[in-house]
T-cell receptor, first 112, second 117 residues
Framework: AQSVTQLDSQVPVFEEAPVELRCNYS??????LFWYVQYPNQGLQLLLK??????LVESINGFEAEFNKSQTSFHLRKPSVHISDTAEYFC??????????FGAGTTVTVRA | EAQVTQNPRYLITVTGKKLTVTCSQN?????MSWYRQDPGLGLRQIYY???????DKGDVPEGYKVSRKEKRNFPLILESPSPNQTSLYFC????????????????FGQGTRLTVV
């Protein structure tokens, strides 16, 4: 069975510091990978996705994620976080039946 | 504006009283699904629908029903709610491409926070 593991449930970080959220997936087939962000009291929004091609994908607000097939990972990074990045982040893999399988989520709390 | 609309946003009900959470999308998406979000468990799929009149169970379907009579609507029905169905529920829609891949994102509603007492 395919699954997603997010290794950190809580990540506190100071403003302007870097952050990395770890995500590993288990799959025996080609995968599509996603990071979604959920701001307080809101629904999920797509942050970035990997479908094929370049293994490094970027979002418009400074996040990037790298697909590593050999390590089955899709870690999310940002070199300098802002208070507004406080949110819960979900890694997800798209299964062959178009179902999104989500990790348990990582709560990022940015402090001044 | 492209969106998925869920109603109600908040609901408190009593055990056994049937309820329906509505979901509507305006993007002509074929694929719709329902998830529940619980602390430490992420989002788990309840039911999904590939198109009108085509629905199937997700990972946690027990205690839920769905219907897809129209492409835009995908209501979630709890015939006899129980306290263990207290959760945050999300509806999502998307559209697989004609090539068989998925290069469009899944759009999520704002969520429905359900409390069953």
């Amino acid at each position: 069975a395919q699954s997603v593991t997010q290794l950190d449930s809580q990540v506190p970080v100071f403003e302007e510091a870097p952050v990395e959220l770890r995500c590993n997936y288990s799959s025996s087939v080609s995968v599509y990978l996603f990071w979604y962000v959920q701001y307080p009291n809101q629904g999920l929004q797509l942050l970035l996705k990997y479908l094929s091609g370049s293994t490094l994908v970027e979002s418009i607000n400074g996040f990037e994620a790298e697909f590593n097939k050999s390590q089955t990972s899709f870690h999310l990074r940002k070199p300098s976080v802002h208070i507004s990045d406080t949110a819960e982040y979900f890694c997800a893999v798209l299964l062959p039946d178009y179902k999104l399988s989500f990790g348990a989520g990582t709560t990022v709390t940015v402090r001044a | 504006e492209a969106q998925v609309t869920q109603n109600p946003r908040y609901l408190i009900t009593v055990t056994g009283k049937k309820l329906t959470v509505t979901c509507s999308q305006n993007m002509n998406h074929e694929y719709m699904s329902w998830y529940r979000q619980d602390p430490g468990l992420g989002l788990r799929q309840i039911y999904y629908s590939m198109n009108v009149e085509v629905t199937d169970k997700g990972d946690v379907p027990e205690g839920y029903k769905v219907s897809r009579k129209e492409k835009r609507n995908f209501p979630l029905i709890l015939e006899s709610p129980s306290p263990n169905q207290t959760s945050l529920y999300f509806c999502a829609s998307s559209s697989p491409t004609g090539t068989g891949g998925w290069d469009t994102e899944a759009f999520f509603g704002q969520g429905t926070r359900l409390t069953v007492v």
